[in-house]
């Protein structure tokens, strides 16, 4: 008896490891980076953007860094669903003093799963790029190049 449950419960673990490696999916809690600078702390991360109802349609990213710097860039990248189609949306923005945000928004309220926050700095020579994630990330969203 003991022999058997043994083998079930190594075959239930087995099938749910080979499921959760052929998923399309990822779920990430991660939603803050920090770092530093040539000296200088800095900081990206992302958030859900919700309507006046707190339903979740987008997510925002921000990339902080103290000084002005050469250029402070944030993109986010909301997941979301529209039928049973993923679909993705991208935003970007720049600047070069202190912060700046990027908000990806969809019309598809209560159909958001996550995103991604893609971050970077140029101060000098120095160069600091980071990536924050939150919720449900479709893989094709985990390998774009922002």
Known sequence: MKKSLKKILATVLLSATMVSSLSATTV??????????????CSGSIAYVKTP?????????????GPSAKTIKA?????YKSGNNKK??????????GATSAT??????????????HHYIKFGAYSWEEDTYIGTVW????????
């Open 28 to 41: 990430f809690a991660k939603s803050t980076e920090k770092g530093n600078l040539n000296g200088v702390a």
């Open 53 to 65: 109802a707190g339903v979740p349609n987008g997510v925002k990213a921000t990339t902080a860094f």
């Open 75 to 79: 993109t986010a990248v909301v997941c």
């Open 88 to 97: 993705y949306i991208i935003a970007k923005n720049s600047d070069c003093q």
């Open 104 to 117: 990806a928004s969809t019309n598809d309220v209560g159909n958001v799963y996550g995103g991604r926050g």
């Open 139 to 146: 893989d094709v969203v985990k390998k774009l190049e922002l």
